[in-house]
């Protein structure tokens, strides 16, 4: 998958909701909340301090790939979006602006680097979160009874439209609030809430037959 990394973290974000993810100069910053220490520890990367930006890469590798791995569906379109994610981020250093809340940017970045990847996939530039067709996964029966039922959420995770599926492992997975959701994903409440809703009757539906089939074997 090309990348192309001359875009900025700001190309990635719709004006509309970065106000909670970050402060432009001019920003009247007295009614914002104080920020947290990783948002803190970032600040300090932006000032210059190039250990804070080691030690954030430390601290969310781990969660950030499974997100992206887990959404993309592919190990390697993951690692191209995970290494450009934080191409993204470093390049932030020298912006006359600060970040308000460093997860929420990450994931946001990550999130929206992740549709690009499954669109250029799929070669479906216009393509719905919802109306996505759900990927192509083979289940042969003679696969099945080796299946547990980790194996079979994540293959059914695949088979769900890119917005259910980010939705369910951002709450599940990662325990973000349905608040923290909309803003990741620059939704509303509600729409997040239905997908996270949707998401956990699909899957719930589809191992519910997979282990039908596998008792009938």
Excluded: C, H
């Excluded at 470093?90 to 809340?101: A, C, N, P």
């Excluded at 194996?151 to 439209?161: F, H, N, Y």
């Excluded at 609030?177 to 803003?183: N, Q, R």
């Excluded at 997040?192 to 009938?216: F, G, N, P």
Aim: net charge negative.
């Amino acid at each position: 998958m090309a990348l192309d990394r001359t875009e900025s973290v700001f190309d990635l974000i719709p004006a509309e909701f970065a106000a909670g993810l970050l402060e432009f100069g001019n920003d009247d910053v007295s009614t914002q909340e104080a920020p947290d220490a990783d948002t803190e520890t970032f600040n300090r990367f932006l000032e210059g301090n190039d250990d804070a930006f080691r030690a954030l890469y430390d601290a969310f590798e781990r969660s950030l790939y499974l997100y992206v791995v887990r959404f993309v569906g592919s190990k390697n379109d993951a690692e191209d979006v995970f290494q450009d994610v934080w191409i993204r981020m470093y390049r932030l250093r020298g912006e006359s602006k600060t970040v308000l809340k460093f997860s929420g940017l990450l994931f946001t970045v990550a999130r929206n680097l992740s549709l690009n990847a499954i669109r250029d996939r799929k070669l479906l530039p216009n393509i719905s979160l919802e109306d996505a067709p759900e990927m192509e996964l083979a289940a042969p029966s003679r696969d099945i009874e080796d299946w547990d039922l980790r194996d079979m959420l994540e293959r059914a995770l695949l088979r769900l439209p890119a917005g259910q599926r980010e939705a369910f492992i951002l709450r599940e997975y990662f325990g973000y609030s349905y608040d923290e959701m909309a803003t990741i994903t620059g939704t509303t409440v509600v729409t997040v809430k239905t997908r996270a809703w949707r998401a956990r009757e699909r899957l719930r539906k589809m191992i519910a037959a997979w282990l039908e089939l596998r008792k009938s074997e």
